[in-house]
């Protein structure tokens, strides 16, 4: 199976724009989380997306937006983006039951100026 | 906010040592997840312990989880050059409306001297 595809790999934008990272999880998988990964914050979980409906939330603000597609596919939206913005963004995958591990891809580096 | 907290935050060890890392967490749990993150990459899942387990092997891999002490334990024997990475534990309970979410401690970066 094909793992966890995250484009692009690198981003670089600049304050006040705003940014799309795509996620397509491993065929069969109908959970699709997003993470941000800083160095000081560490792994911090943003949301998860369900077969198209949110499922759970993380604690950050409204500028961070996602959603899922009916083929899985996810997209997540960054709007009037900040220097403390840049991070690596993760995307994982999983059939979405509880027991069950999460398959991560390589991430979105997204660097702001 | 963090629930997992690893320890050590960095650990040397000569090839062929095994490496011992620790993990605490602060509420009730499902599992328990170790993953592991090479430089620039994603996480790759090493081993998923259950609330009613206490003891995991995979390979050269052992992991103990105490939900008495809310604390697990990742052990690598034999440690190979290729082993230097950060390592993760991740803790997952019911968040709610069947979302599982995991939730990660800061890691531990590992580095394994040839």
């Known amino acids: 199976k094909a793992g966890v595809t995250q484009t692009p790999r690198y981003l670089i934008k600049t304050r006040g724009q705003q940014v799309t990272l795509s996620c397509s999880p491993i065929s069969g998988h109908r959970s699709v989380s997003w993470y941000q990964q800083t160095p000081g914050q560490g792994l911090q979980f943003l949301f998860e997306?369900?077969?198209?409906?949110?499922?759970n939330k993380g604690n950050f603000p409204g500028r961070f937006s996602g959603r899922q597609f009916s083929n899985s596919r996810s997209e997540m939206n960054v709007s009037t983006l900040e220097l403390g913005d840049s991070a690596l963004y993760l995307c994982a995958s999983s059939p979405g039951q509880v027991n069950q591990p999460q398959h991560f891809g390589d991430g979105t580096r997204l660097s702001i100026l | 906010s963090q629930q997992g907290e690893e320890d050590p935050q960095a650990l040397s060890i000569q090839e062929g040592e095994n490496a011992t890392m620790n993990c605490s967490y602060k509420?009730?749990?499902?599992?328990l997840q170790w993953y592991r993150q090479n430089s620039g990459r994603g996480l790759v899942h090493l081993i998923l312990?259950?609330?009613?387990?206490r003891e995991k092997h995979s390979g050269r891999l052992r992991v103990t989880l105490d939900t008495s002490k809310k604390s697990s334990s990742l052990l690598i024997t034999a440690s190979r050059a290729a082993d230097t990475a950060s390592y993760f534990c991740a803790t997952v309970f019911n968040s709610g409306a069947g979302s599982y979410q995991l939730t990660f401690g800061k890691g531990t970066k590992l580095s394994v001297i040839p």
């Open positions: 509420t009730s749990i499902n599992n």
């Open positions: 997306y369900f077969s198209e409906t949110q499922r």
């Open positions: 312990i259950r609330s009613n387990e």
